[in-house]
């Protein structure tokens, strides 16, 4: 990055094991530091990340893995990169394990997956939460099924997860996994803080 671009951070994980909350209440704690922050989430709320997120039962396989991708690149495009440049930390709900994991459930040849994804941003750090499968995917149906993904197999995408952040950490991306159990939102935000100051420009911490 240049000298004045700001930072990228990713919070990824299975359906129901926190994210959104997380990302929440980091924006909030970057924010009450001063730093200009923009919260963000994939699929988007742009055409193309509406049709993803909505149309999870009428679009499938190819179809839907590459308009999810081409959501991420439009994402990219217009909201991710000018963000950072201008100096802004992106705080992102869901980016590229999501779909190098829902998408591979989905049918999908991992290598296509990954030659998708190629010209994406590797983030500052991705955070990937892992949690109990079925505490979370209980989660994820008591605040409302939108996509077929969240009544799957939550085994399977906690594996998968798992195995997606050892194949982004070969590939050279910063990787932090958190295994959330019992604690609050706010003591799995305080544990990880310190790290995540730690993977942004300095100037900006």
């Keep these: 990055m240049t ?3 700001g930072g990228f951070i990713a919070i990824e994980g299975p359906s129901g094991v926190g994210k959104s909350t997380l990302v929440g209440l980091l924006t909030e704690e970057l924010r ?16 193309l990340g509406k049709m993803a997120r909505n149309g999870t039962r009428e679009f499938s396989e190819l179809t839907l893995a590459c308009l999810v991708v081409a959501d991420r690149y439009h994402h990219l495009e217009q909201t991710i ?7 802004a930390i992106i705080v992102c709900d ?10 591979q459930m989905d049918g999908i040849d991992p290598g296509f997956l990954w030659a998708l994804n190629q010209y994406a941003d590797p983030p500052d750090l991705t955070i ?5 499968p079925e505490l979370s995917k209980r989660r994820a149906l008591q605040r409302g099924i939108y996509s077929r993904f969240h009544a799957g197999d939550a085994e399977a995408e906690h594996a998968l997860y798992q195995q997606v952040s050892q194949e982004l950490e070969q590939a050279n991306w910063n990787i932090l996994q958190r295994t959330v159990a019992e ?8 544990d990880l803080l310190p790290q995540i100051l730690d993977h942004l420009p300095e100037r900006l911490t």
């Design 32 to 47: 009450q530091r001063g730093l200009r922050v923009v919260s963000t989430k994939e699929p988007t709320d742009s055409n």
């Design 81 to 87: 990169r000018p963000a950072i440049s201008d100096g």
């Design 128 to 132: 990937v939460l892992s949690g109990n």
């Design 3 to 5: 000298p004045a671009s």
């Design 94 to 103: 869901r980016y590229v394990p999501s779909t190098l994991v829902l998408q």
């Design 183 to 190: 604690e609050s939102a706010a003591e799995v935000l305080a």
